[in-house]
């Protein structure tokens, strides 16, 4: 259970994560009204259901909870564990809000869970049981496209969140907005070109940006591109599996080891990601890898030396037990609060860079409120101007070749003349909103003389936006 090791620290997941907001709001000198209605959970609701499983009642126990709704609609993924609960659905539906205002998307924070191992059911029996969950939220308003929209979490992809639209629809058949209710659905259902991929890509173009500052490499012990970095993957999920491919296939990164359930594999010169999740997809786990040496500690693994640590799996893997052995120059946050708060403060002793789940994680939100505006809209992508901007680029590339007599090679016509489509764009709006909320977060760390890291200077920018909303419209 994730919150185990937190507890284990002395607080919980939630604890953790209001430790850290306390640290800001004090380094901001916040009001104290402020603060603390910022820090309350606004609203949580606790749902227990009867499924008929294999002609048997079973009960499940969920919940969905909102912490700020200051921003319409609040925002946040439904996962389906067995460790799941309401300390953990607060924590999470917290950082939420914190990381929309980071990336600039204009949510609240919302989060929810159901106590479940999707891996004990069959398809028919997870459709039934999602399918009453969602109708005990939408039944206590906790799902709407005006009020509360989910994504997909851990333990949830775009077959639930498809369930889930449908199940809306159904209760409300003349909402032509439904398709907004939630997102990370399927493509063919109202889904964007992206959406699964996001949060994993979001990971790429937060290191990327970071790259491209000389001055923070240096903070961080490291230098020059993304190329030959040494990189350690925690967790083969959605997230992990993303972030580690596209950093293998396009920025040249050495994916030196991933860590699993049952383990590790590791290899000096680099895996082949999408051959390591072929096998898990296979076997359910990493051990018999072929391309890589098997280690069964895989906690251990955190510990290896490495450029880039990017834990993508659960909650409380970076502990005070375990912190002062982490040799990374760098970690990401791919997944949530993988960091805790007294592991936090001994990786800072030792100059260890983080770049905070708040942020580093926020590419599912963005493309999620790409989906959402594109169903509100009921209008892909590109459909009005693909093709205008395919002509603009033919008449460009005849004017080059009037003006100069030479004819354009075929590699580039065909690149100058490609209209964006929708794939295009929604990466292009995830890479911008990447960049921008990374360049301001180093901004205020440069320019606060109290903020000594990201995660504080990215907290920061988050309270203040919250907070003037506060001040200028009211609690």
Known sequence: MSDTKYAQQGMTFRQSVEHMVDHAIEIMELDEGIGNAMKVCQSVVQVSFPVEINGKAEIFTGWRATHSDHRLPSKGGIRFAPIVD???VEALAALMTYKCAIVDVPFGGSKGGLVIDPRQYERYQLEAITRRFARELILKGYLSPAQNVPAPDMGTGPREMGWMVDTYRQMFPNDINYMGALTGKPVEHGGVRGRNEATGRGVQYALRELFRHPEELERCGLSGSLAGKRVIVQGLGNVG????????????????????????????????VSAVRDHVAETGGVKGFAGGEYREDGTAVLEMACDILIPAALEGVITADNAE????????????????????????????EILPDAYCNAGGVVV????WIRNLNHVRFGRLERRFHEA?????????????????????????????????????????????????????????????DYRMAAYAIAIEKVARHYRDIGF
């Open 86 to 88: 309401q300390d953990e």
């Open 241 to 272: 599996y993303y972030a580690a491919h596209f950093l293998e296939t396009e920025d040249d990164c050495l994916i030196t080891a991933i860590i699993e359930r049952d383990g590790a594999v590791v290899n000096a010169d680099g895996l082949d």
């Open 325 to 352: 052995r982490i040799q990374a120059s760098l970690i990401a946050e791919a997944a949530n609060g993988p960091v805790t708060f007294a592991a936090d403060k001994i990786l800072q002793e030792r100059g260890v």
């Open 392 to 452: 603009r680029g033919e008449q460009i590339i005849a004017a080059i070749e009037d003006a100069s007599g030479v004819e354009v090679p075929e590699h580039l016509r065909q690149k100058l003349a490609r209209g964006a489509d929708e794939f295009d764009l929604v990466r292009s709006g995830l890479d911008d909103s990447m960049r921008l909320a990374l360049q301001s977060i180093i901004a205020v760390r440069r320019d606060n003389p109290k903020i000594h």
């Open 368 to 371: 999620s409120y790409f989906e």
